[in-house]
């Protein structure tokens, strides 16, 4: 088990951050990058998800499918020790990088062109089940090739979709190798006079109902590409395998983050339990929005007790307050004080339930409740330094 998340960025080139949506999940892995760029390594932080807020984070006003480097005037803001490294950052573009996937595994530059431009196609590559997660292992395993980043942190979507990401393949596949696709596919390779034959009669009646709302077009559109896509489908099963492979090996960490809130830790757990029984390495928790657990002294104070020690503090002793307003003050803050101990209590039995369901020696870094949003090199750099403690 690990102590801390600076032994994580030393043995780890890939931290895969995964979590419910709203947790701070973009912001910690904008942190973890900008610390291990602050190492002195060559970081990229790749995310997936499509909310665009690691853009702000990171000081940029966008970010797109091409790698950005941050530069270093931004960069500066990060504090005084300055980045021994380079940071890098990308926003997974799902049309663009599907595409890169068809145009590496098809072979024939022609049939590319005609996948691409068919009108199926372009509605397919966005809606597919599990093709914008596909898409995204196939980027990461061409960053892990390139070696061109040593360290590499993966933001991914909200937990629901962070599954996909883990059985994107085969549900890619098992929707390409159905037995509705296969009907297309006989369509496609008909000649003029079997007709609607070559499908069955029942296939027949159901093919021809359709044309009749969408137009024969569309159906031989849909004939063509999958037809077409099933003769590059073995190369995406390979590349799935190889991607699985990567994902296994020690040199990859899985980091869930989530909040104390019930819904969260039980996604958390549920997302374990999906990591330990897929044999992927887990890594840790960082669990963020912790209320601080800060009791009164042991013997307790009085609203009388406080209203005197309001009355000597030097902003306010020369304001003239009347006791019943300092009494009336005390009492305010007794009770918000309350307020935040009930949440503390709760929080840390949430946090005493991740940690009962995944080992007392399980690294789990506490982040406390922020004034303000992390929207900046300057707190982002402040956040990593504090996950490095």
């Known amino acids: 088990m690990y102590r801390n998340f600076g032994q994580i960025l030393s043995s780890k080139r890939i931290v895969v951050c995964v979590g419910s949506g709203g947790v701070g999940k973009t912001t910690t892995a904008a942190a973890l990058a900008l610390e291990a760029a602050r190492q002195g390594r060559r970081a990229l932080v790749l995310t997936i998800d499509p ?16 790698v950005t480097r941050i530069s270093d005037e931004i960069l500066s803001a990060a504090g005084p020790d300055g980045i021994g490294g380079q940071l890098h950052a990308m926003m997974l573009d799902q049309k663009r990088a599907f595409d890169e996937v068809v145009a590496r595994h098809a072979s024939d530059p022609r049939a590319i062109a005609r996948i691409l431009a068919n009108p199926v196609y372009a509605q397919i590559s966005s809606s597919l089940a599990g093709a914008q997660e596909y898409a995204a292992m196939a980027k990461l395993q061409e960053f892990d090739r390139a070696d061109e980043f040593e360290t590499i942190i993966v933001d991914t979507p909200p937990t629901a979709h ?3 990401f883990l059985d994107a393949p085969e549900k890619l596949t098992r929707a390409i ?33 359709l044309s009749k709302f969408v137009g024969k077009q ?5 004939a063509v590409f999958f037809t077409e896509f099933n003769d590059i489908l073995g190369g995406f099963r390979q590349r799935a395998e190889e991607t699985f492979a990567l994902l296994r090996t020690d040199s990859v960490g899985f980091v869930l983050i989530a909040s104390p809130e019930p819904l969260a830790v039980r996604e958390a757990l549920f997302f374990h339990e999906r990591l330990v029984s897929s044999s992927m390495p887990f890594a840790g928790f960082v669990v963020n929005k912790v209320h601080n657990d800060l009791p009164l002294d042991p013997g307790g104070q009085r609203t009388d007790d406080i209203a005197r020690l309001i009355a000597t503090e030097p902003a306010v002793a020369g304001l003239g307050f009347q006791p019943s307003t300092l009494r009336m003050a ?5 009770t918000a004080h309350t307020e935040l101990q ?29 004034r303000g949003d992390v929207h ?14």
Request: hydrophobic letters at 45%; charged letters at 30%.
């Open 51 to 66: 909310a665009r807020r690691l853009a702000n984070s990171l000081g940029l006003e966008e970010l797109g499918h091409e």
């Open 162 to 164: 962070a599954l996909d």
């Open 177 to 209: 190798d159905s037995p509705a696709i296969e009907w297309f596919r006989k369509l496609n390779n008909r000649d003029e006079k079997s007709g609607w034959s070559v499908v069955g009669r029942t296939g027949s009646y159901v093919l021809q109902r």
């Open 218 to 222: 569309f159906l031989q559109d849909l």
């Open 330 to 334: 005390s009492e305010v803050l007794l």
């Open 342 to 370: 009930i949440l503390a209590r709760a929080d840390r039995e949430a946090i005493g339930r991740l940690l009962e369901a995944t080992g007392e020696s399980t690294l789990l870094k506490q982040v406390p409740v922020f």
């Open 376 to 389: 900046d090199i300057a707190t982002l750099a402040a956040l990593g330094r504090y996950l490095m403690d």
